[in-house]
Structure formats: C-alpha cells, structure tokens
C-alpha cells in the first residue's frame, strides 16, 4: 500500500519551531518532487514549497521564504519541514504530498492537482 504519514505537529509559541516528518511506505521517494501544504481553518490548502526529485532545488512561497527548509533522507524514505520562527498565521494542517511527474516546474509544485500522493495531515497550532 502506497502511502505518507506526517508526524511531528504540535503546540509551538510564536517565534518557536518545530519539525514535520513525512515517511513514504510503498514507494521511494527519492522519485518524487515533495511538496508540502498547509489548510488553515475557513481557508483554501495553501502550497508551501516544492522540492525537486532531480537535483533537491526548492520553491518556497514568500509567506515562509527564509523561514522553513526541507531537507530528505533516504536511508529512511522520509523528508522533513523545518520550520523557524513561527508566527500565528502559521496555524495550519500540514500536509505532504509526492508527485512523479520528472518534468514539474517547482513553481507549479504549489497546485495540488500535480500530485499523485498525499498524507492525512498534522496540525501544528502556533499561540502564546
């Protein structure tokens, strides 16, 4: 069974931070561009960033340009969100998808309709 299972949410103070996990069983996803996303409540998924499956080249989209990273290991099938001084517009579900096609361009990695894979979610809560 193919599937992504984010971890790693939770209660963060504004200016914290906090890292997601996203593990792949199934499928390797050293073969896939990884995006992550984000739904807060009353509001359209929003994609955070794309990260390419040929060289590890990121968009990020200027809300958290400078702020969040991702990084991958393969030796564990998972990819992880790095996120540094959170605000409270952060506040969201974060989810991590996995899109095959080799020949995305990163900045159309923020659509969810290029991908063919997709977690449950985890919600990180950012409040003082």
């Known amino acids: 069974q193919l599937q992504l299972k984010e971890s790693g949410g939770g209660l963060v103070q504004p200016g914290g931070s906090l890292r997601l996990s996203c593990a792949a069983s199934g499928f390797t996803l050293d073969y896939y561009n990884i995006g992550w996303f984000r739904q807060a409540p009353g509001k359209e998924r929003e994609g955070v960033l794309c990260s390419s499956r040929i060289d590890g080249s990121t968009y990020y989209a200027d809300s958290v340009k400078g702020r969040i990273t991702i990084s991958r290991d393969n030796a564990k099938n998972t990819v992880y969100l790095q996120m540094n001084r959170l605000k409270i517009e952060d506040a969201a579900d974060y989810y991590c998808?996995?899109?095959?096609?080799?020949?995305?361009?990163?900045?159309?990695?923020?659509?969810?309709?290029?991908?063919?894979?997709w977690g449950q979610g985890t919600q990180v809560t950012v409040s003082s």
């Open positions: 998808a996995a899109a095959r096609d080799e020949g995305l361009l990163l900045e159309q990695g923020v659509f969810e309709e290029n991908y063919d894979y």
